[in-house]
């Protein structure tokens, strides 16, 4: 028994589990994978170039073991062991999507890009204007403080910069943009009314925070920060919630159900497998919050059948498994550059500059809904290039000493609507290793985020040649669903509880006493990335929780 169950530990888990056990609830932290202790188990941090497997690259047991989370872009021997083997958690594509999953304490905090930006009122009133999917239940001033409040925990490296359609933020200092981003900012400002590039706002310490070490340029994020420099649950939030005494972690454990009581009329604990032993658990708690990952989550409603609940959890909307989003990217255009050659950077730094959606602010001025941004990565070519190019001798070797060509790339995220035929459900004729059904996702982007892509092109295209380049690309990479890892959706809020399963807290409509708080949630994608909304919703439902158990109204 415990005050507090919170399930899975990554972006938002790592939330719950800190704010739960800050406001003195004896909290029990469920992971489906093993612990990775910070620093401790990050095996390849340190580790040169030639002295990984293969170069780095992949073995063709590594292509069988993992056909989907190799198409992460940073995917290699340095940082597949924060991946799910896909052969042991296999699911159905029904159209094509990339389910991008790691199952370790600190999930995907271990593995995210970090990029930061709120979400702004034209964000979370686009539904209700354009009468797509529900409204949201909350506006962006319900919201600020507690963007305000994970911000300076977490330390987010950026600048204000005055713009409505993202707001501004609490920042320590930004990492400073290299000579040929600061020749773009001018030549796009200048040319493009409206348009802005800037410095990505991303949780990555320019100095040090809370604890943790600033970031030494060396770009190797994904294979975990011995410095705590990057936002992961593992450096930041469970360091906080273990100094609490009030935090017990159960790796190894996946949710089969939540555990409904007829007689009580409440949702009383989780029962969950050991994933070594095979044996079943029950826990107990007055509260509960799934924060599995969006479909894992979802995954964990659809399992969780009782005479109550026939069709899943907390499902008396029927919604559940409904209104699948992930954001379209991928398009967008590449230039390299004859000039600034006597220049050249400090370290490699891992972060980007951002261009913010520019499209249909004011008035609807594209012949599509909404809009989107660009990531840009502005660098020059080093040694690395040799890897995949013919060479031999001394002059070669010599080429690769210096620094190669400026280049910059450009690439769109686009806002994906809800859509009711987008889903996951259970395919209970397939089973896993533990006996649960496997899920099946069912997802495509829409006309509205398909009519995006030539714009999102030419936008890039015409941005990039405002600088003189020598030569401007089109990247016409196509956008599968899953791809940018960020699924939404599937368990949205609303204020209406026949359309949606969690009211303006997150908290299930059909139970009061459980809360959903990452990305199944979400009604809409914007086209920012999330995980900074992930936990401010996330702590904003913490303390509306602790407040209804004081007043009685959860037991």
């Known amino acids: 028994m415990y005050d507090a169950i919170v399930v899975g530990s990554g972006i938002s888990g790592g939330w719950a589990a800190k704010e739960l056990c800050e406001k003195g609830l004896k909290t029990l932290l469920l992971e489906r994978g093993r612990d990775v202790k910070h620093v401790k188990d990050y095996p390849t941090a340190n580790l040169d170039p030639w002295e990984l497997p293969n170069r780095n690259m992949l073995s063709q047991e590594d292509m069988k073991n993992y056909p989907v989370q190799r198409t992460v872009y940073h995917f290699g021997q340095d940082d597949k062991h924060f991946f799910v083997k896909d052969t042991e958690h296999p699911y159905t594509q029904e159209k094509p999507f990339w389910w991008i999953q790691g199952n370790q304490v600190g999930g995907k905090s271990l593995l995210w890009s970090r990029h930061t930006f709120r979400w702004s009122d034209l964000d979370f009133e686009a539904n209700a204007k354009e009468g797509v999917g529900v409204d949201w239940p909350i506006r962006y001033k319900e919201i600020a403080p507690w963007y305000d409040y994970v911000e300076r925990f977490i330390g987010v490296s950026g600048k204000n910069e005055g713009l409505p359609q993202l707001p501004d933020g609490q920042f320590i200092p930004p990492f400073e943009m290299n000579c040929l981003e600061k020749h773009l900012k001018q030549t796009i400002e200048e040319k493009f009314k409206g348009r802005n590039l800037i410095q990505s706002r991303m949780a990555v310490l320019t100095q040090p925070h809370n604890g943790r070490g600033k970031c030494m340029s060396r770009n190797l994020c994904h294979r975990g920060c011995p410095y705590g420099a990057y936002f992961s649950s593992n450096s930041s939030t469970l360091p906080a919630a273990y100094a609490t005494g009030n935090l017990t972690l159960r790796p190894f454990s996946t949710v089969e159900s939540v555990i409904w009581d007829n007689k009580k009329n409440k949702a009383t604990g ?127 070797k010599d080429s690769l000493s210096t620094p190669g060509p400026w280049g910059a790339s450009m690439f769109a995220f686009g806002e994906c609507l809800p859509d009711y035929k987008n889903l996951v459900y259970l395919d209970k004729d397939k089973k ?29 295209m015409e941005m990039l040649q405002s600088g003189g380049p020598v030569s401007v690309s089109e990247i016409t990479d196509a956008s599968v669903p899953g791809m940018t890892i960020h699924e939404m959706g599937t368990a949205r809020m609303g204020n209406d509880p026949k359309t949606s399963v969690l009211n303006r807290f997150n908290q ?48």
Request: aromatic letters at 12%; a neutral charge; hydrophobic letters at 35%.
């Open 270 to 396: 989780v029962r969950i497998i050991d994933t070594e032993t095979m044996k079943t658990y029950e826990y107990f708690a007055p509260v509960i919050f799934l924060n599995a990952s969006a479909l894992a989550t979802t995954k964990i409603l659809l399992q969780s059948t009782s005479d109550r609940f026939p069709n899943g959890f907390a499902n008396d909307s029927g919604v559940v498994g409904h209104y699948l989003m992930d954001h379209y990217s991928g398009p967008g255009a590449a230039a390299q550059f004859d000039i600034l050659k006597d220049k050249y950077y400090f370290g490699q730094r891992s972060t980007s500059v951002y261009v913010p959606r520019f499209q249909n602010l004011q008035k609807k001025d594209r012949p599509f809904n909404r809009g989107y941004a660009y990531e840009v990565y502005v660098s020059r070519a080093e040694w690395t290039r040799g890897y995949h190019g013919a060479g031999t001798g001394e002059a070669w």
């Open 508 to 555: 299930c409509h059909d139970a009061p006493n459980v809360f959903i708080t990452d990305g199944a949630c979400m009604d809409s994608t914007a086209c920012q990335n999330p995980s900074l909304t992930y936990m401010a919703l996330t702590a904003r439902a913490c303390n509306y929780a602790v407040e209804e158990l004081k007043k009685g109204n959860i037991k």
């Open 432 to 460: 896993d290793k533990w006996g649960l059904p496997i899920l099946n996702i069912e997802m495509e982007y829409g006309e509205n985020e398909k009519s995006m892509r030539p714009t999102m092109i030419s936008d890039a």
